[in-house]
DNA sequence: TGTAATTCGTTGCCATTGCAACGGGAGGTT
DNA sequence: AACCTCCCGTTGCAATGGCAACGAATTACA
């Protein structure tokens, strides 16, 4: 299972073994509900989901809960935290499920002379700098000032990495109202204004761009 | 002067000349408002800057010109974007004075068996993390939808990063307003606001929290 | 020192959008 | 089938904030 997880892409199962054994992993079993990770800790472990789904939330200053990822089986946390050194957590980490997670010490790994390293080095770069272009995609969206140039450009975005002017989106009204930072009430008004206009169609999560 | 760059941190002079020789740098000069890259580009070179100024900007779907990054004497570019492999630039870099800037080849670094690339791996891994988070942190401050919640969480976060309830910030209104995502009127109008009630004293981009 | 240019604060106007409340429809459960 | 729950669309109201225009203040420059 490790063999297709992207901290380890690119190295046999024989590797891996040798890697996990030698840098001093440790696997933690949570209950649903428990905390793996509290937001303000300071961790230098990359944690990799065995088992189970957990979530990252994150508490703004007005007390509400905003969910940042959605962590399923072999996603990983903790890899940015780790890699910036000596950061607060910006997020709590709770399992939903019954939850395995195995610990990798990211020092260990710095330290560890494996020609190896070198390359989950490589992999954690990649993933990273991935996730910034995301959340830059995003910044970009939530700089936007009217609600409708929020949508279309969100819209054209997923066109382009889907490849065609009719796709499906992941989330539900609500996530995406979140997503692009405006109240769902004022996403739905303006949706169906855009289908009025003959810009878009859509229902439910299934969109086309006219 | 590239001992302190935030990429070589770590190495003395002699391993900094090795790598340099080894994988296979360039350096290029340009002239003032040269474009030194592309938004759409797809570098495989991380570029730090030798001498003069450069800005990175980007244009939105709407036309409007955003600076994104400065980048004076020693700053490093590109380097998000090599990592992610395979990206398209989201900024063009324009050289602001004449400008020279040396460029690494990132796959040469990669696979370089040089034991020191571990450093500049981990040194990259640092960097890019860090402006992950504080990627992170204005995209907490987008999201927030009353112009005064942004202006206190962002001052209250840089009262914590600065250590102290009087700080000076390296911004002028307009660079303030665009990194908040409100008008500059908007902006003004608020702070004279919250001066009025009691919260804040400011003068210029000097500010004080009550 | 005089002038130009830049930056910032102020204000009026009003479109946009947050907010709250409601209703309908789809899907799941007993 | 009846009921419940969740998700989405709709709408009225109020006000936040974008926009534009202007003036004061500070700085830059000659």
Redo the contacts with the bound molecule.
Sequence with gaps: MLKENILFKGLDTDRIQQIIHTTGTREVTYAPGEIIMHQGDVAQDIGIVLQGSAIGKKYTRAGEEIIASVLTENKIFGDVLSGADGFASPVTVQAVTKCTVLFINYKNLLYSSHPQAHKILQNMIRNISMKYFVQNKRMEILML????SKITTYLEWQADSKGGRSFTIDM???LMADFL???R??L?????RMKKDGLID?H??HFVIL
Aim: glycine share 4%; aromatic share 4%.
């Design positions: 000032k009217s609600v409708r539900d009204r609500q930072g405006v109240e009430s004022a739905s008004r303006e949706l169906s859509y439910k999560n």
